[in-house]
């Protein structure tokens, strides 16, 4: 019995883009505003991509 992973393409985005801006403050605040947006880009979308599932039945 297989199940297929979800895939959460929206949570994915909303992380990415969260994930900037956090990680650009964050980076300017340590002096480096672009290793901060992009560290902060894939942390945020990796902890969205998990923690906001969404709705399964929506296509």
Not at 1 to 7: E, G
Not at 9 to 28: D, E, M, Q
Not at 36 to 58: C, D, E, F, K, Q
């Given at each position: 019995?297989?199940?297929?992973p979800?895939?959460n393409?929206?949570?994915?985005f909303l992380?990415?883009v969260?994930g900037?801006v956090?990680?650009?403050?964050?980076?300017?605040?340590?002096?480096?505003p672009?290793?901060?947006?992009i560290?902060?880009?894939?942390?945020?979308a990796a902890?969205?991509?998990?923690?906001n599932?969404?709705?399964?039945?929506?296509r």
């Amino acid at each position: 019995m297989s199940r297929t992973p979800y895939r959460n393409g929206r949570g994915l985005f909303l992380g990415a883009v969260l994930g900037a801006v956090v990680g650009y403050f964050a980076g300017r605040a340590l002096g480096n505003p672009a290793w901060g947006i992009i560290l902060g880009t894939l942390a945020g979308a990796a902890i969205l991509y998990r923690v906001n599932p969404g709705s399964r039945g929506r296509r």
